[in-house]
């Protein structure tokens, strides 16, 4: 369904990824593992089109190559971002509202809904984002990026600088949005978690895919974990 092929992404002069190919299938999560400055995020960004790439980005038998960020977001891919980078002055329901811009029909009531997943987001929702924790933010971040109703969801290192406990609570909503049937690419550094609950995985290093396979064929290469432990 979504298909990387050959793609090289440039910042500037510099080559991030070398030529790697993707596959997510419909109804699937595939995870992109790999340690700091393996090329994931350059990755995920090449697919939403906002740095300069070579290769080619298919979604549903379509080439997105040509097409604007805007465009690539009407055609269902959505993001939640690293960092989350939620928008923090404005309140949690507007963060919600702003994430749900191109699918305003039925949009409060797909709020109401997150707030009765999320009972935490609901009882903040007059609240500005920036004040919530971590992990607070980290759900409103997928809550937003699910409000334009995507056909695939990139989740970039969700479970980035959360405490054990909270990073849990949130694989455990990547679960949840799993059995829902959402297409997921998940980003992650945290592999045994990531391994868990994805269909296939790919191991990123240094902008080339160094493995990929069924989660416990990967989870069992050592060579591969230490990597990403930094443990060699
Ligand atoms: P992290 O988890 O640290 O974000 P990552 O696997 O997502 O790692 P990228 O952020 O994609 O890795 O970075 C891949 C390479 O591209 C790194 O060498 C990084 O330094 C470089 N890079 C990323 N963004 C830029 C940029 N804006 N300008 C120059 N180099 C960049």
């Not at 992109?32 to 393996?38: C, E, F």
């Amino acid at each position: 369904m979504l298909r990387v092929r050959n793609l090289r992404v440039y910042h500037g002069i510099i080559e991030a990824v070398h030529g790697i190919n993707i596959e997510v299938p419909l109804g699937k999560c595939v995870a992109l593992l790999g340690p700091n400055g393996a090329g994931k995020t350059s990755t995920i960004s090449a697919i939403t089109g906002v740095v300069k790439s070579e290769g080619s980005v298919s979604f549903e038998d379509r080439n997105l190559s040509s097409l604007s960020v805007e465009d690539r977001i009407k055609a269902g891919i959505s993001v939640s971002p690293e960092g989350r980078r939620v928008f923090a002055n404005l309140t949690v329901e507007e963060n919600l509202v702003l994430g749900g811009a191109l699918k305003p029909k039925c949009r409060s009531d797909r709020i109401a809904e997150w707030f009765k997943t999320f009972p935490i987001l609901g009882e903040r929702r007059a609240q500005p984002a920036g004040t919530l924790s971590g992990g607070e933010q980290q759900m409103l971040a997928i809550a937003r990026a699910l409000m334009n109703e995507p056909k695939i969801l990139l989740l970039d290192e969700p479970s980035l600088g959360l405490a054990p406990k909270i990073a849990s609570q949130i694989f455990e909503m990547i679960k949840n949005l799993k059995q829902e049937n959402i297409t997921i690419l998940l980003v992650e550094q945290n592999a045994t978690q990531a391994l868990k609950l994805s269909d296939y995985a790919y191991f990123l290093n240094n902008g080339h895919i160094l493995a990929e396979g069924k989660p416990e064929e990967l989870g069992g290469r050592e060579d591969l974990m230490a990597e990403l432990t930094g443990i060699t």
